[in-house]
């Protein structure tokens, strides 16, 4: 059965509510069933994979953190809790070169960037004399 805009709106209310109060376990149903209506929401999924996370099902958590990771590959959040439960199941090559990749593609972005110079008033000591970058 499909879900309305509604009725995902009322899971997604009642799963933030129990999640906010430490409710993992019964915020992760309503995330599941979230998942399962809109499975190429990247912040759902984030959101399921972070629930089972916190309920140490981490090999549950996997499959919606690394398909969070690949809706959301700018959100440092989605990222870091996919390397997180790599780590914790420990591959922490996979999780290593993830973050490579990451970097890498950082990196060629920014290489594309018109360098800026410092800001003004933004190099020298501060008030305590301490260097301020």
Same mark, same amino acid.
């Given at each position: 059965?499909?879900?309305?805009?509604?009725?995902?709106?009322?899971?997604?209310?009642?799963?933030?509510?129990? /999640?906010? $109060?430490?409710? +993992?376990?019964?915020? %992760?149903?309503?995330?599941?069933?979230?998942? %399962?209506?809109?499975?190429?929401?990247?912040?759902?999924?984030?959101?399921?994979?972070?629930?089972?996370?916190?309920?140490?099902? +981490?090999? %549950?958590?996997? %499959?919606?953190?690394?398909?969070?990771?690949k +809706?959301?590959?700018?959100? /440092? $959040?989605a990222?870091?809790?996919l390397?997180?439960?790599?780590?914790?199941?420990?591959?922490?090559?996979?999780?290593?070169?993830?973050?490579?990749? &990451?970097?890498?593609?950082?990196?060629?972005?920014?290489?594309?960037?018109?360098?800026?110079?410092?800001? /003004?008033?933004?190099?020298?000591?501060?008030? &305590?004399?301490?260097?301020?970058?």
């Amino acid at each position: 059965m499909a879900l309305s805009d509604l009725q995902i709106q009322a899971l997604a209310r009642d799963a933030v509510q129990r /999640a906010a $109060a430490g409710d +993992f376990a019964g915020a %992760e149903p309503l995330l599941a069933q979230m998942a %399962e209506a809109r499975p190429n929401s990247g912040q759902v999924l984030n959101l399921l994979g972070q629930a089972r996370l916190k309920l140490g099902r +981490f090999a %549950e958590a996997r %499959e919606p953190l690394e398909r969070a990771a690949k +809706f959301l590959p700018k959100d /440092a $959040a989605a990222q870091v809790n996919l390397a997180g439960c790599l780590t914790v199941l420990g591959e922490h090559e996979t999780a290593l070169d993830g973050a490579r990749a &990451r970097g890498a593609a950082e990196a060629r972005r920014c290489r594309h960037r018109p360098q800026q110079g410092p800001r /003004a008033g933004s190099a020298g000591p501060d008030r &305590r004399g301490r260097a301020r970058l």
